[in-house]
């Protein structure tokens, strides 16, 4: 019902405070206006003066506001906080997405992701505003109400005592038929999320298969269930708010009939026995508020459990090993027996990687569709974090992983499709470097062989692209990319991830013919399938399996039978532009 991490959000424990002794204060106006209500009526079934009502009357009015006024108070305490908790939770949530990447995106989808960081945080808002409020109130006003009430007659205080937990166990019972609903339904909405942001974004696939109205077929089931889920969920929230009203009515009925023979027998008198009869749906009310908004607080405990999980995913530590760093000509990174595998994997992507690279070169990294090729550039990226800590060392420097700030400031990865801002080709282009000149722009832009296609724009560099915007082609996205790396001269170091995979001979060709200058005077990573790209690297990596097979210049590979001149002869087709 409440999730107990919820303590722990700063500035809350005084709030409570402060809402409890606005509760007891509450507690103390029903009191005092059920009181005065009685003497007002007894007064007036006794015949008395009108004067001697008016004063009981008025203490009635004053109490009856002040009542009403505190749960006004109640809800001004808690807003500002609930206001600035969930303001703050949606600034955590981004943040821990920026540090933890686009793992966490994939693991959890996209759509999901989205609906979280929007929707799910203004559930949990509804949330914290309700459930603090609510379950305090059911902790104390029916208690001060029944001390009171033993006080005035202890036989109907034992009743509504004993029919208290009775209830309490009742709305146990239907809470957790509606919570396995809500947790159906809040799954039915991740998938339905995801669902939509997945076609959305397999669109073209689809229409080129024809699949796009069977697809629209498929989202539409997804959301029907959805429908469906949310639907029993209600139900069963109704059918328990309809219970819950009629036991409490009920109960109140007893309270009268009991009072009714008291009465008869002369064993209370009236006044006790109205103001009993008049507190009795107050004992209740803090209860039947609860159902009532049970439902909305089960699809905002989802949602605030949903957000705390990825907020509690441990960040990689240690970020900051590595202090003042420059790749230059005497730098060195030594790989040494490097294993690596992926959560939830069984056996390692990567085993026992070791090499050493010092100063500007060029290595090539090559193997077959599977082999580790991707894994271990992320590996350098410091996207990902290796088996055991100590295996890595830059200049000597033994390390824990490659997420170093100061390895990642010296550092560009270029990767098959460069991910494109929805910004200016300007902003897209100096992104490394926000603060980089017009005309320094304009020169990276003709070094990445830019310019031609810059002038065909309609407002030049200054042409929007990225989602939403103009499209560009794989080729016109790499050389975005380029142009970024030549805009940024002080990183040195250049991982590139099969950046012509999807681009055809062409327009690898002339991409190729701009990129060149690029690598000199730099470390650069080229993990690639196309054979061609090793006559231009000075030393080269195989891999096969995850494994490291073969290491060494091109020249000292090819002199010899093993997988690298294999690997050559099976991809002997590739070779278009050797
Ligand atoms: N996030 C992941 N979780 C689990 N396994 C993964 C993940 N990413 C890749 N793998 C697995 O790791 C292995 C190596 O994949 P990787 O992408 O590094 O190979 P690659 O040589 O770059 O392949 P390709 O040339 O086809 O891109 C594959 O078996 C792949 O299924």
């Known amino acids: 019902m409440i999730d107990r991490r919820l303590f722990d959000f700063p500035g809350i424990k005084p709030r409570v405070v402060m809402i409890a002794v606005l509760m007891l ?9 059920a009181r005065a209500l009685s003497v007002a009526v007894v007064g007036l079934w006794n015949q008395q003066a009108l004067a001697t009502i008016v004063v009981p009357t008025a203490i009635f009015a004053v109490s009856f506001m002040c009542r009403h006024a505190i749960t006004v108070a109640q809800n001004r305490v808690f807003y500002p906080f609930v206001e600035k908790t969930t303001g703050d939770m949606r600034e955590r949530l981004m943040t821990k997405l920026f540090r933890l990447g686009p793992s966490i995106v994939e693991k959890t989808g996209t759509g999901n992701m989205v609906t979280m960081a929007l929707e799910g945080i203004d559930k949990v808002q509804t949330y914290l505003m309700l459930i603090i409020i609510k379950i305090m109130d059911m902790g104390i ?51 339905l999320s995801n669902n939509f942001v997945d076609t959305l974004r397999g669109l073209g696939t689809l229409k080129q298969l024809g699949l796009s109205k069977k697809y629209a077929g498929n989202v539409y089931q997804v959301s029907e ?36 023979f008291d009465l008869m027998d002369g064993k209370i008198l009236l006044l006790p026995a109205l103001t009993i009869l008049t507190l009795a749906p107050d004992y209740f009310l803090p209860v039947r508020n609860f159902a009532n908004d049970y439902h909305a607080t089960l699809n905002g405990k989802n949602a605030l459990q949903a957000v705390l999980d990825v907020l509690e995913v441990p960040e990689t530590k240690d970020r900051d090993e590595l202090k003042t760093f420059t790749w230059d000509e005497n730098a060195s990174i030594k790989f040494d027996d490097v294993s690596l595998t992926y959560d939830e994997a069984k056996k390692p992507t990567l085993s026992h990687i070791s090499f050493d690279v010092h100063g500007f070169r060029k290595v090539g990294i090559i193997g077959a569709s599977g082999s580790g090729k991707s894994t271990l550039i992320n590996l350098i990226g410091g996207f990902l974090t290796p088996d055991k800590p100590d295996h890595i060392s830059l200049n000597g420097q033994k390390l824990p992983h490659l997420s170093q700030e100061q390895w990642q400031f010296n550092s560009i990865y270029i990767p098959q499709s460069p991910y494109l801002f929805h910004a200016t080709l300007r902003e897209n282009v100096s992104f490394y470097q926000p603060h980089a000149t017009l005309q320094t722009v304009e020169t990276a832009c003709e070094k990445a062989g830019l310019t031609d296609w810059i002038k065909t724009l309609p407002d030049g560099l200054e042409t929007m692209i990225g989602e939403g915007s103009r499209g560009v082609s794989g080729g016109q996205a790499q050389r975005i990319a380029l142009a970024r790396a030549f805009l940024d001269d002080k990183r040195r170091v250049l991982l590139f991830d099969e950046p012509t995979a999807h681009l055809d001979i062409e327009t690898e060709a002339a991409l190729k013919e701009d990129m060149l200058p690029l690598l000199d005077n730099r470390l650069v990573f080229f993990a690639t399938h196309r054979l061609h790209w090793i006559n231009q690297m000075d030393y080269v990596l195989v891999m096969d399996h995850g494994k490291l097979v073969e290491q060494g210049t091109p020249a000292e590979l090819a002199a010899h039978e093993g997988p690298y001149t294999r690997l050559r002869a099976e991809m002997g087709g590739l070779h278009a532009l050797d």
């Open 25 to 33: 204060i509450q507690s103390l106006m029903i009191i005092i206006q």
């Open 141 to 191: 006003t029916p208690w001060v109400i029944l001390i009171y009430i033993a006080f005035l007659q202890w036989k109907e205080a034992i009743f509504l005592l004993i029919i208290y937990p009775v209830i309490i166990l009742f709305m146990i019972i239907l809470g957790l038929a509606a919570q396995s609903k809500a947790d159906r339904q809040y799954e039915g909405y991740t998938r």
């Open 225 to 260: 269930d959805y429908r469906k889920e949310t639907m029993s969920t209600l139900r069963i929230a109704m059918t328990s708010t309809f219970a819950l009203d009629f036991f409490t009515t009920l109960s109140v009925a007893v309270v009268a009939v009991f009072l009714g």
